[in-house]
Nanobody, 126 residues
Framework: QVPLVESGGGFVQAGGSLRLSCAASMRTFSMIDMGWFRQTPGKEREFVAAIARTGRSTGYGDSAKGRFTISRDNAKNTLYLQMNRLKPEDTAVYYC???????????????????WGQGTQVTVSS
C-alpha cells in the first residue's frame, strides 16, 4: 500500500491560485512516479500532470500546460501541484496517484497508477 493524502483544495475565484499537496506515508517515496488527475461528476478522470521519481521529468495535460506546475520534495515525501490562473472549468476533484512501475510514455493513463488518494475538491468561481 502507498497511503496518499491530498490537501490544499478549496474555493477560489477565477484567475486565482491554489497549491495542492499530496503526502505519502512511506519510506520509498523516491522510488515512485507520481501524477495528478482530476474528475468532475459524470466525466472520466482526466490527466493533469505527472512527474518522475527523480523529479527531473514532468508531463502535462493540455488543460494544465502553461498554468500548472507539478513538483515533488522527496525529503518531505510530498507531491505538489501549483495551479495558477485558475478557470471555472478547472473545478473538479483532484487526485494524486503513484506507481512503482515506471509508466514511461503511458504516464497520462490512469491505468498505469496503482495507488490513489481520496481526492481534494477544487472549486473555481467565475
Amino acid at each position: 500500500q502507498v497511503p496518499l493524502v491530498e490537501s490544499g483544495g478549496g474555493f477560489v475565484q477565477a484567475g486565482g491560485s491554489l497549491r495542492l499537496s499530496c503526502a505519502a506515508s512511506m519510506r520509498t517515496f523516491s522510488m515512485i512516479d507520481m501524477g495528478w488527475f482530476r474528475q468532475t461528476p459524470g466525466k472520466e478522470r482526466e490527466f493533469v500532470a505527472a512527474i518522475a521519481r527523480t523529479g527531473r521529468s514532468t508531463g502535462y495535460g493540455d488543460s494544465a500546460k502553461g498554468r500548472f506546475t507539478i513538483s515533488r520534495d522527496n525529503a518531505k515525501n510530498t507531491l505538489y501541484l501549483q495551479m495558477n490562473r485558475l478557470k471555472p472549468e478547472d473545478t473538479a476533484v483532484y487526485y494524486c496517484a503513484a506507481t512503482y512501475k515506471p509508466p514511461y510514455l503511458r504516464y497520462m493513463e490512469e491505468a498505469e497508477y496503482a495507488y490513489w488518494g481520496q481526492g481534494t475538491q477544487v472549486t473555481v468561481s467565475s
